[in-house]
């Protein structure tokens, strides 16, 4: 039985892998070289913070960690830093979900905006701090507005296609298991 | 049952924290070394890059292929008014081309005159562009060309017609374009008819900025801009785009090369690249290494040694 909800713990890891193998490649597509008036939001952010606050038994920080340096490396980022944000970013969420599960969603998604918040932030006050260049303020705000406002459709989809819900308190799995 | 569960994790919790703590630790100690000595972790980067993403090319090209093509589709509703402009375009273009006939055989005639050589150095290598750069707060693309070709860092970069950017970054089979609207490129150009030397800044617009020019009033909208050649970087007069007025009233340049379909890209084999190989000469000139203090210690060794052991 064990085994069972291990492997099943497994599988979900491994969604949550390709979920993010696929966001990075759309991003890399050679589709639009135009420099945008606008920055879409920050899906693998979001994706992330929805499987943290839901299922943190899914996101092992070893995989964000792995996950975020990756696109750290490859999207021409700073490497590091971000990655370290986000882990410190998503430990404190981690540590908030088991109380968020009662809470009603605004809660949840005041919780995790904030933390995005705090994190876009933080992320350009330490490059300020070591005087790298930065990319321009009001691009910066826009997407973290936008990364704010897709959370609630992503937690949405989350839950239609991959069942990521939050688990209701006492609520068992199909083996008996509170989850 | 709940209160259970978290006693049993509270055990483990403090080692898990410590490790978290950890491993924030080292992602903090890549930054800082990153920000310390960034050629050594860009060239770690390049390296992962050229290791991670050649590997999608079987899929990305595809999918860019299928999404350009329903883009293309979508064009085709707007064939009609293509159509016109186009015959209006091929109108003025036929203009042109009996001037640049006339002006051709013209310069022909002066070169044979002179008996001039043109510079046979200025060779290419064309890439396809495989990936952009994935964050809209940056603008380059990869090229499926590296150092396995030959690419070096610096090289400059254009479509058919105009600069789009610099090679930096090179990997064994992939190499980085910094494109000229990045926030992070600067291009020494000189502005044609008047010969203003200006930089050429990348402000993450489609319309990079014009900067450090000696006086705005000589030059005006709808000027060639082209690159200088100063500082050795670029070879002098690749076509960059025309100056144009911004919104803003600053100077601004409309490239000449497409940035709405970057497909193929020619690296140009920049002759005059110059290599820096060691950071502190460049700056401070060797010293004759002086000693302040005569050596008391025979056993020591004498002070030159060390001075040019570090």
Redesign the interface.
Known sequence: MADAVGSRRWVGRVTYGLIAFGL??V??????????G???PDLLLVVTMVWVARRPDLVP??LI?VVF???D?????????M??LV??AT?MLRARA?GLRNAPFALEWATVSVMIAGLTLGNRL?LAA?M??Q??LG??MV?LLMTCLSYPLIAGLAQLIFGIARPA?GEVNTLGQ?I | ??RD??NGDDFVGPLRKL??GL??V??????VV??IDSPR?ER??AA??DA??PN?DW??AP??GL??MVADFQSYQRIHEQNRDLRRELQQMRAWREAALQLEQENAKLLDLNNVRLDPNLTFITGV??????????????LNVGGRDGILDGWPTMDGIGLVGRISGVGQTTS?VI?L?D??SRIPVIIQPSGQRAILAG????YPLIDFLDSADVVRPGDRVVTSGDGGMFPADLLVGQVALGSDRRLRVRLAAD????EFLRVLRSPQIEVITDPGTLIVPALPAISLLPPTDPALPPPDAEAADG
């Open positions: 990075i490649f991003q890399l597509l050679p589709l639009n070289t135009m420099p945008p606008w920055a879409p920080v070893l960690a340096l990756l696109t490396l490859l999207f021409q980022r700073p490497p590091g830093l990655t370290a882990l410190i430990e088991a330490i070591a790298t260049p990319a321009p691009l910066t997407q308190p509170r | 049952m709940a569960r978290q490790l978290v491993l924030v080292v992602l903090f100690g890549i930054f990153w920000r972790v770690f980067r992962v890059v991670v993403v999608m899929a990305m999918v860019t999404l350009n562009v495989m990936a952009d750069s994935g964050s809209p707060f940056r603008q380059s693309v990869l980085r494109l609207t926030t992070s402000d993450n617009t489609i940035y709405e379909r970057l």
